[in-house]
């Protein structure tokens, strides 16, 4: 999942500093404003990407999403990018988990029985 879900996030990443130079553009907010919302965002993609393995990452995660289908607001192209960012968050999660679990499967399988090797002699 972590592999899947960090993709994610750095594409994100680029996505909100691009949002961010149009909203510079695009609205009445100072530079500052305008920087101090998008590059906090900025900030939360990367660190949750190392933030994957621990608990209530995926809420973050969640909450940045809806973060960003707000910032259409500002922006409103980002109705679109964050909705559909939303929908890879939620495919990154939901297929993430998937493959965890099949991998494990796996795992158990070969330290089951008889999966040692013989000893030579």
Known sequence: MRTLC???????????????LVAMQLSEL??????????????LSVLL?????RPGAVQLGWALQIGLILSGFVVPLMFFLGACFAGLWWASVHFGRKVDEIKAARAAADEGPGSAAP???
Do not use: N, R
Not at 6 to 20: D, K, N, P, V, Y
Not at 32 to 42: K, L, Y
Not at 49 to 53: A, D, K
């Open 49 to 53: 990407c190392g933030m994957l393995s």
């Open 119 to 121: 000893a030579a002699g």
């Open 30 to 43: 100072s530079a500052g404003a305008v920087w101090a919302v998008f590059g906090t965002a900025m900030v």
């Open 6 to 20: 960090a993709s994610t996030l750095i594409g994100e990443f680029f996505i909100i500093g691009f949002a961010g």
